[in-house]
T-cell receptor, first 115, second 112 residues
Framework: ETGVTQSPTHLIKTRGQQVTLRCSSQ?????VSWYQQALGQGPQFIFQ???????GRGNFPPRFSGLQFPNYSSELNVNALELDDSALYLC??????????????FGPGTRLTVL | GEDVEQSLFLSVREGDSSVINCTYT??????LYWYKQEPGAGLQLLTY?????DMKQDQRLTVLLNKKDKHLSLRIADTQTGDSAIYFC????????????FGKGTMLLVSP
């Protein structure tokens, strides 16, 4: 069984640029959630995708957007990057034939630094 | 509203028991979770408890839930240096989809 994987592991961007982060869900999981973890904080929910549709969204502006593909992998896109977007971005998968919707399994994260 | 609070730091000696505490505010929470995060890593699901349970035991881990006081605790028996990490409490509130609200984490330091 393959766990949740994310790419890239680290990324450095400058203000105003755009970034795409990628996540492959655990085998059998059909739901992907994205979280932002600022330094010294707990993760904050960005949004969730279920069967290629956005299923729920946290308190993040529209410049945070996402996609889910037929194989349930997902992308997080952030436009017009700001310094405060510097954080660890975590992807979690759940549900489907591979698990319960009550258990979210996290990937190792992508560390984004905005200069 | 949703708010999850944890103490920030706990230091114990190897072999002792550790108890990490958490309080939450939303009485409609259905599940409560404990995750572990080691430096530079993602979150590892340790255990979780359904809101109608009082206690759950899983090997060295014991979760206690006091729903009246909205208090959750994680006890780690025979704490080892490898248990040093940040521990996050999280709640899941039903809203048509399942998402987690996390506390800020408790850093557990285990000394030999």
């Amino acid at each position: 069984e393959t766990g949740v994987t994310q790419s890239p592991t680290h990324l450095i961007k400058t203000r105003g640029q755009q970034v795409t982060l990628r996540c492959s869900s655990q085998s059998g999981h059909n739901t992907v959630s994205w979280y932002q973890q600022a330094l010294g904080q707990g993760p904050q929910f960005i949004f969730q995708y279920y069967r290629e549709e956005e299923n729920g969204r946290g308190n993040f502006p529209p410049r945070f957007s996402g996609l889910q593909f037929p194989n349930y992998s997902s992308e997080l896109n952030v436009n017009a990057l700001e310094l405060d977007d510097s954080a660890l971005y975590l992807c979690a998968s759940s549900g489907g034939s591979g698990g319960s919707y009550n258990e979210q399994f996290f990937g190792p994260g992508t560390r984004l630094t905005v200069l | 509203g949703e708010d999850v609070e944890q103490s920030l730091f706990l230091s114990v000696r190897e072999g002792d028991s550790s108890v990490i505490n958490c309080t939450y505010t939303d009485s409609s929470s259905t599940y409560l979770y404990w995750y572990k995060q080691e430096p530079g890593a993602g979150l590892q699901l340790l255990t979780y408890i359904f809101s109608n349970m009082d206690m759950k035991q899983d090997q060295r881990l014991t979760v206690l839930l006091n729903k009246k006081d909205k208090h959750l605790s994680l006890r780690i028996a025979d704490t080892q240096t490898g248990d040093s990490a940040i521990y996050f409490c999280a709640e899941s509130i039903p809203r048509g989809y399942s998402t987690l609200t996390f506390g800020k984490g408790t850093m557990l330091l285990v000394s030999p």
